[in-house]
C-alpha cells in the first residue's frame, strides 16, 4: 500500500531549527512531486515548499531564505530543514505526493506537529 509517514515534528523555541522527514512507500518516487504543507490552529491548509522530479524548488513567501525542502530518490525519502523557526510557523506539517502534472493520484501523510513557542 501507498505510505507517507512524517516525523521530527517536536517544540521548539523562537529562532530554532528543526528537520521534518517523509519516508514513502508504495509509489514510484522519483517521478513525483513532493510537497510539505502545513495547517496552522484554525486555518486553513496551506503549501510551505514543492519539490519537483526535476529537483525544481518552489516556497511559500513567508518561509523563503529560512527552510529548504530536498529529496532523495534512492531512500525515497522527503526533507524539510526549518531554520530561524517564528511562531507562526506553528501548525500540522504534511508531506504529499503529487502525481497531477503526470496523471497520477496524489497522497498525503498524517502529518507532525511542530510547536514554536517560547
Known amino acids: 500500500q501507498v505510505q507517507l509517514v512524517e516525523s521530527g515534528g517536536d517544540l521548539v523555541q523562537p529562532g530554532g531549527s528543526l528537520r521534518l522527514s517523509c519516508a514513502v512507500s508504495g509509489i514510484a518516487f522519483r517521478i513525483y512531486t513532493m510537497g510539505w504543507y502545513r495547517q496552522p490552529p484554525g486555518r486553513q491548509r496551506e503549501l510551505v515548499a514543492l519539490?519537483?522530479?526535476?529537483?525544481?524548488?518552489n516556497y511559500e513567501d513567508s518561509v523563503k531564505g529560512r527552510f529548504t525542502i530536498s529529496r532523495d530518490n534512492s531512500r525515497k525519502e522527503l526533507y524539510l530543514q526549518m531554520n530561524s523557526l517564528k511562531p507562526e510557523d506553528t501548525a500540522v506539517y504534511y508531506c504529499?505526493?503529487?502525481?497531477?502534472?503526470?496523471?497520477?493520484?496524489?497522497?498525503w501523510g498524517q502529518g507532525t506537529q511542530v510547536t514554536v513557542s517560547s
Open positions: 504529499k505526493a503529487d502525481g497531477s502534472r503526470k496523471g497520477l493520484s496524489s497522497y
Open positions: 519539490v519537483t522530479a526535476d529537483g525544481v524548488r
